[in-house]
């Protein structure tokens, strides 16, 4: 692709101005006390350190801000060296980016919900001597249910330690258990006191499993929704009656089906398959149901900066006019036509959708540039 000096000129000048657009408010708006939290301090819980420093610093709250957080660092120097640890603490704050609130994460197909992110926090950590992981065991140590799950967790071993990280732990081996069948499976995490290793600081991991049975697949059924009344699809299930449960059953389905809807405007297409779990005979039914949602129809579509020819095989070569159901896929594979045209060679497109909400409409425009 080739893009003229007038063109780069001009597009330096408008990333100039954006970023100068953002970078004001950006300091303008930047809060000036933010909530902490605490990384890598596996002596105390988070209340028992939190009570450590305002016991000796008076007017901490549960916000700090530029003053407070250094009084806040060299107050956990003086409590690590009562351990006899000369350690060096740091303070990360969040990024502005950071600051933009997260939308929360879906259920995955085992009911489990991926650990969410923090909110924008002030992060105290001890950044030397090293705080690693040392053993990580499991109770009980002979089930086996957790011998899908060991070998993952034993490779933390070594690594930096972190609540976060412990968190994540916890959530791989429930999810690793849940994958081989155990859907009731709990997992509790525990750490031991922290113990010298030579220039590093260890910290032994146990976690405690409740598997509860491995479950059995009683059924698999899919209603495709409007577009597929009536239409088989068990052709596609990964799983079938009988099967040991674990694995998703409408894998090789779901993205297809989601894809096949935005094809005919259903923007907003939901596919819900949850299991339903029959906890006493330890069996587990699986059925996907397609919420279609609303229609969107094609509002506007405006073509600019090709000359009539061309642009009248771009709308040719979309095939979507306005009043028809907004096929994404067609905007999604209007570049690979277009490079196949002798008429549109050298040009390149790129396309701007604006979601109506209100009057489940799109207008979409389409600009070409060489």
């Known amino acids: 692709m080739h893009i003229h000096a007038s063109r780069v000129w001009l597009l330096s000048l408008v990333l100039l ?10 300091k303008q708006n930047y809060p000036t006390h933010f909530p902490y939290r605490f990384s890598n301090f596996p002596w105390w819980s988070d209340a028992e350190l ?5 016991e000796r610093i008076p007017a901490l709250s549960d916000e700090v801000n530029a003053e407070t957080m250094g009084r806040v660092r060299e107050t956990l120097k003086m409590l690590m060296k009562g351990k006899g640890i000369a350690a060096e603490i740091q303070s990360i704050e969040p990024s502005y980016s950071g600051l933009n609130p997260q939308e929360p994460e879906e259920l995955d197909f085992w009911g ?5 992110t923090p909110k924008p926090a002030i992060e105290f950590s001890i950044l030397t001597p090293s705080i690693l992981i040392g053993r990580v065991s499991f109770l009980p140590e002979s089930d086996l249910s957790v ?58 991991l146990t976690l405690g499993v409740i598997s509860g049975p491995k479950f059995t697949v009683s059924s698999v059924s899919a209603d495709g929704g409007p577009l597929l009344q009536g239409k088989d699809l068990s052709p596609l299930f990964a799983v079938k009656a009988g099967d040991t449960a674990g694995r998703d059953p409408f894998q090789r389905i779901d993205p297809g089906l989601r894809e096949w809807y935005h094809r005919f405007g259903y923007l907003e297409v939901q596919l819900e398959h949850q299991p339903l779990l029959d906890r006493e005979h330890a069996l587990v039914s699986y059925r996907l149901s397609v919420i279609p949602g609303p229609v969107y129809h094609l509002r506007q579509l405006t073509v600019s900066n090709l000359n009539s020819a061309q642009e009248a095989k771009v709308r040719e070569l979309l ?34 959708v604006k979601k109506d909400v209100e009057a489940k409409a799109v207008d979409l425009t389409i600009e070409s540039f060489d």
Do not use: W
């Open 50 to 54: 939190r009570s450590a420093l305002k």
């Open 112 to 116: 489990m919900q991926f650990p969410p």
């Open 147 to 204: 011998l899908a799950a060991q070998s993952e967790a034993k490779e933390k071993e070594g690594k930096p330690f972190t609540i976060s990280g412990e968190l994540f732990m916890q959530y791989r081996t429930q999810k690793v258990l849940r994958q081989n069948g155990y859907l009731a499976a709990e997992v509790k995490i525990s750490h031991a006191l922290p113990r010298r290793d030579g220039d590093n600081i260890l910290v032994n």
């Open 17 to 26: 101005g954006f970023a100068s657009a953002i970078a004001q408010p950006a």
């Open 319 to 352: 095939g979507m006019k306005s009043g028809d159901p907004f096929n994404t896929n067609a905007v999604d594979t209007l570049q690979q036509k277009c490079d196949k045209e002798p008429i549109l060679s050298g040009r390149n497109v790129v396309n701007e």
